[in-house]
């Protein structure tokens, strides 16, 4: 295990720095704030290319070398128009912008149910000006992107996933600013999903699925089960994220799939017989705190999303669960749902809020996860997992889960490798007390606490050992005395070979 995760590391240290470096062609002619717009859909053209060319080979070794078989559309996720490969446009010495819009073009043309708007939704982006990008900078990006292949054989899917993460963490640090969109990291991803446990022929609902990260974990927790198809749901606000979660969904070989794009507080898109669709599974990292989300027209929602009430139009936290709680299946319905630790203690609004949930009985575990795990965001966060099907001695409980201290310390960043994941996996399993980590609550208790749901109200935490002044100031200064000493062997030692004169 240590061996993989050394060389998934490797890896992906690896394609972020290729990545990283692509920008760095770009830079001067390109401001900062543009390299997503150039990058991003450049590293997906290259991808889309990479993959139809395994799907070749593969066709190729299965008819004997048969190379009229292996174009047919059956052994393709999709097309690639004649002159709109990667090679096409490496082969041009001039006007190799207009060569890269053609066979970006040429592809959305030629697969118009899955790949529409995946490169023209970067609208800001203008290939052909050569006052920006003349052709010898565009043909140095070519040949640096082709120095690697970035298809589903070359990468996992989480280094994958995790590359457009870096990408709009890299852009919000070159810009100083906060990337818009907001991405989570694939270990939570992985123990939401084991969570929650889709099972092949159920359907799952992302209502802020991004680049489809969510959903396509589901999948492949469902084994990739033919019977997933149809029934994968999403809705995404951004035009170009909700474009890339179709191409990421696709060339991880989902089919017959629902990403729309919208704003899904504004106008769920999600409709059955004039009701909100309802799901088995539904799980979502929205965008934390949302100011402005359009507080007016929920609190007349005409799908009844407002359960409990109308939170203010300066934080849809409470917009973004009760929607969730919506499209929840009647009878099987699961949630899981990052949102920032505030829900679970801010006071006024939220607290009625919270009481009504509570007092719901759907909750069934909070996970309060350690700081420094998401890219862009120092905000603590926390996910609920919500059930309308809680098993009966479950009934009137929560489990209070404190992973605050369950993860793997980086130097960038925090992160959770497995045996993270498995830990507060068993923690939320087990479904018992554990000291310092996990508590069982009732309804009653958290009443006694006016409905604050924070671990300190009932997780007891290890009192830590208070050193003794004197003490810590004596093996300081013995410490100190012991480097003098160990600094004048070490000058005598260079005095005597030779190394430095005596002064």
């Known amino acids: ?53 395994e799907e070749t080979q ?28 990667w090679n096409d446009v490496r082969e041009k010495s001039k006007d190799i912008g207009k060569a890269i819009v053609h066979a970006m073009t040429g592809i959305e043309r030629s697969n118009p149910d899955t790949l529409s708007g995946v490169f023209t939704s970067f609208d800001d982006a203008d290939w052909t000006d050569k006052s920006k990008l003349s052709d010898e900078r565009l043909k140095d990006l070519v040949e640096h992107m082709s120095q690697k292949k970035v298809g589903n054989k070359n990468y996992s899917d989480d280094i994958m996933g995790d590359s457009y993460e870096y990408l709009i963490k890299k852009f919000a640090d070159l810009s100083k ?46 084994n990739n089960d033919k019977q997933a198809y149809g029934k994968i749901y999403g809705q995404e606000k951004n035009l170009a994220t909700s474009a890339i979660a179709r ?3 696709f060339l991880h070989g989902a089919k017959d799939f629902n990403i729309l794009q919208g704003d899904t507080l504004r106008n769920p898109l999600h409709i059955f017989r004039g009701q909100l669709k309802t799901f088995d599974c539904v799980i979502a990292n929205p965008p934390f705190s949302l100011e402005n989300w359009g507080a007016d027209a929920f609190a007349s929602d005409v799908y009844g999303r407002n359960l409990w ?24 319905g699961r ?4 949102l920032p630790q505030g829900i679970l203690f801010r ?120 050193l003794n002044a004197k003490i810590v100031k004596q093996e300081f200064l013995n410490t100190l005395s012991d480097i003098i000493k160990a600094e004048d062997k ?14």
Not at 8 to 25: G, K, P, R, V, W
Not at 184 to 196: A, G, H, M, Q, Y
Not at 335 to 338: E, K, R
Not at 495 to 503: F, S
Request: with cysteine.
């Open 1 to 53: 295990m240590a061996t993989k995760i050394a060389e998934e590391m490797t890896s992906q240290e690896e394609l972020f720095n290729h990545l990283y470096e692509a920008c760095n062609i770009l830079r001067g002619p390109i401001n900062q704030d543009e390299f997503k717009s150039y990058v991003t859909p450049i590293l997906f053209f290259k991808r889309i290319s990479d993959v139809y060319d």
């Open 58 to 85: 593969k066709a190729l070794e299965e008819s004997g070398g048969d190379e009229e078989y292996a174009t047919f559309a059956e052994n393709h996720r999709f097309v690639i128009p004649e002159g709109c490969h």
């Open 177 to 222: 600013k906060n990337a818009a969109e907001f991405y989570t990291p694939r270990s939570i991803v992985k123990l939401l999903t084991r969570i929650l446990d889709p099972k092949p022929g159920e359907t799952v609902y992302d209502p802020a699925c991004g680049t489809g990260g969510m959903l396509i974990e589901a999948i492949h927790r469902m």
């Open 247 to 249: 191409m990421n969904l």
């Open 309 to 332: 009430g109308c939170p203010s139009d300066s934080c849809a936290d409470y917009a973004w669960l009760q929607h969730m709680v919506k499209s929840m299946d009647k009878d099987n």
């Open 335 to 338: 949630c899981a749902v990052v």
């Open 347 to 466: 006071e006024g609004q939220e607290q009625t809020l919270r009481q009504k949930l509570i007092n719901s009985d759907k909750i069934e575990a909070i996970i309060i996860f350690a700081t420094g795990l998401f890219f862009n965001t120092g905000v603590p966060a926390c996910a609920l997992i919500l059930n309308n099907n809680k098993k009966r001695e479950h009934k009137r409980k929560i489990c209070l889960i404190n992973a605050s201290k369950i993860y793997t310390p980086k130097r960038a960043q925090n992160i959770m490798l497995d045996e993270n994941i498995d830990e507060i996996y068993e923690l939320y399993k087990n479904y018992k007390n554990e000291k310092e980590k996990c508590r069982i609550i009732s309804i009653e208790d958290t009443a006694k606490h006016n409905y604050g749901l924070s671990a300190n109200l009932y997780i007891e935490q290890a009192k830590e050992q208070t």
């Open 490 to 503: 070490f000058k005598a030692l260079l005095i005597k070979g030779g190394y430095l004169n005596e002064q």
